[in-house]
């Protein structure tokens, strides 16, 4: 809850020195901590307005990044590229921190494979969100296999997930989609590597379930395996209470 009563609180904030400034903002949004805003105004005015906003609350101080070229927000840069030129639209491309240094989950690691995938599978969805150019979006994707290839993962592997991901379909990677819930019976069990494929076997017996008629309504779906974390050397060797 403390996040939305911070957003609460900070609505509440900014719409007062919004309504308190002469110069206004075209647009101003804000996630938790974040702002990102457009103005038809000079540098000396957009920081008249955040010393007025620095004035408004004894404890919320605004720092600002003002550029009429590029900025900052979130994990994307928005930037004036050939678009804006020609249509007055602005581009992203993603942005990373300079203290970024990319350590994804090695593939040696003690994770299930299908987490090695999802983790393919989610940056390379994140970049083409995060990338309105098909220029900046393939070399984003093309660095990002160097960056798996030195983490352990196989060319094949990487080429067969991100081949899912085209950029054609971007459009639809920003949609947001309505998640319909249904109730699954989850399998939990420790993972470890030398464990069989729990979900053909799950799946080679559940003709068991739907031919008994009370069993088959009360199990609608098929069974979902979900493993639980393990102890790993620093849980057995580091007491976490005095």
Known sequence: MAVAFANIFMASVETEIISLSKTKPLEWKRYIDDIFSLWNADKKEIEDFIVLANRHHLTIKFTAEISNKEVNFLDTTVYRGKRF?????????????????????????????????????????????????????????????????ARGYSHNLIEKIISEVKFTERKSALQQTNKVHKKILPFVTRYHPALPNLKNI????????????LLKEIFKEPPIVSYKKGKSLKDILVRAKL
């Open 85 to 149: 030129r020609d249509q007055g639209i602005l581009d992203v491309r993603t942005h990373f921190k300079p203290t970024e240094t990319f350590q994804y989950t090695h593939f040696s690691s003690c994770h299930p494979v299908g987490v090695k995938k999802g983790l393919i599978k989610g940056e390379a969805l994140r970049l083409l969100r995060t990338n309105s150019s098909e220029k900046s979006f393939y070399e984003n994707i093309s660095n990002f296999k160097t960056r798996l290839r």
């Open 202 to 213: 799950l799946m080679s017996k559940w003709h068991l379930i739907q031919n008994q008629p």
